[in-house]
Every structure is written in structure tokens, then in C-alpha cells.
């Protein structure tokens, strides 16, 4: 066959999708009618994160030492709030997919299509990096909701840097810029909701709510 023929004959092949049906299989059903990703959402835009959940509009000053004067076993309520000694904490810079809100849980997708239920996973992923051990946390003054906000540690580690960096929470560069790095890590090496698609836990929250 001339070569020639068979360049443009290559060249036809290779500019069709090799699996057509793979943009359509988008895994197991969703349970609910809650959405994946919002239209305007964009992935490699880190500051495009907005928030009304804190209600806290001080910044978290990065520089000064922390002080620990809340401890003991942690109850984990989801991938960014627990409770310790009755104390409702909620995790200072970051926000988690919900698993359970308004008895919702917020799904998101993987690269290829498959639906996974990333709030509990996000919840399962902080039940593991705590492992029933003694959590340190800071107090940072009270949001709008009443819960304690905090900084946490387990044995040194910081939580919030692993949810983030696991990529099983963002970065609430709004407020802090402190997890800001371990965002772009987890974007980049595209673990946990960057593997795929996701809407913002705020939007999800929003377009979830049962509240008037």
C-alpha cells in the first residue's frame, strides 16, 4: 500500500474517540438528586473557593504559636468537625464533603466516570488519622453556629494539612492561606475529589439545604 495512504488512513483512525461509550458510563445511580459539579466550577483555579459556613471573618494569623488548651478522645462527626469533652470543634481553613447533611451525602466523580461517595470517605479518612488517639486542639473563637474553631493535632500531626494534602478536604484560602500549599500538592498529584470532579462542599451545601 502506498506510505502515503497509509498516513491518512492512521491519521482517520486516531482522530476517533477509541471508547465513545466511555463518556456516557457514569457508574452507580445517584441516591439523590444532588449535584456533582456545578457549571462554573474550575478545578485549577484554587481561589475560586467562597464560604458562608464559618460566619468568622477574622483571619487566622499564621505566625503565632499555638496553644492547646482543648484535649482529649475525639468523636468524629464528619471530615472536618468532631467533638471532644461535649466541645463542638470545627476545623479552622478547610471544609470537607458532607456525609451527612440534612441526611444527605455529597457524592463526586471520578476521571472515569464513576460516582463515589466522597463525604464518607472524607469522614472515614479523618476516623483513621485521629485512630482513637489523644487530639490537641487550639481555640480560635466560636463561628456563627456556636462550634469551637480550631487547629488539631494527633501526636504532632497536623489534621487539617492531611485532610487537605490527602485530598479529602480544600484549603479556605478566604481565611488562611495556611493549607494553601498542601491544596496545590493535592491538585497536582490529583488524589482524592481532584481525581476527578466535585462540586465546592459550600455550593453542595447550598443546593442541598432544606432550609427556607
Do not use: H
Amino acid at each position: 500500500m502506498n506510505p502515503r495512504l497509509l498516513i491518512l488512513v492512521f491519521l482517520i483512525i486516531t482522530s476517533q474517540p477509541l471508547f465513545a461509550q466511555e463518556s456516557e458510563d457514569i457508574g452507580e445511580p445517584l441516591p439523590s438528586n444532588s449535584p456533582i459539579q456545578s457549571q462554573d466550577f474550575t478545578l485549577t483555579d484554587p481561589r475560586s473557593f467562597k464560604d458562608d459556613t464559618l460566619g468568622d471573618e477574622r483571619l487566622i494569623d499564621e505566625n503565632k504559636p499555638l496553644v492547646f488548651n482543648i484535649s482529649g478522645k475525639a468523636k468524629v462527626v464528619d471530615g472536618d468537625t468532631i467533638t471532644i469533652n461535649n466541645t463542638k470543634i470545627r476545623f479552622s481553613g478547610i471544609d470537607a464533603p458532607e456525609s451527612y447533611y440534612y441526611g444527605q451525602t455529597q457524592y463526586c466523580k471520578k476521571a472515569n466516570g464513576k460516582i463515589w461517595a466522597c463525604g464518607k470517605k472524607a469522614t472515614s479518612k479523618l476516623k483513621k488519622l485521629i485512630n482513637n488517639q489523644l487530639v490537641q486542639c487550639t481555640d480560635e473563637g466560636k463561628d456563627r453556629y456556636g462550634r469551637t474553631l480550631s487547629i488539631c493535632f494527633v501526636n504532632g500531626l497536623d489534621l487539617q494539612s492531611e485532610m487537605v494534602r490527602s485530598g479529602m478536604a480544600i484549603a479556605y484560602l478566604k481565611y488562611s492561606r495556611r493549607y494553601e500549599n498542601e491544596m496545590v500538592e493535592a491538585m497536582n498529584a490529583k488524589v482524592g475529589i481532584w481525581s476527578g470532579n466535585f462540586l465546592d462542599p459550600e455550593d453542595w451545601r447550598r443546593a442541598n439545604s432544606v432550609r427556607d
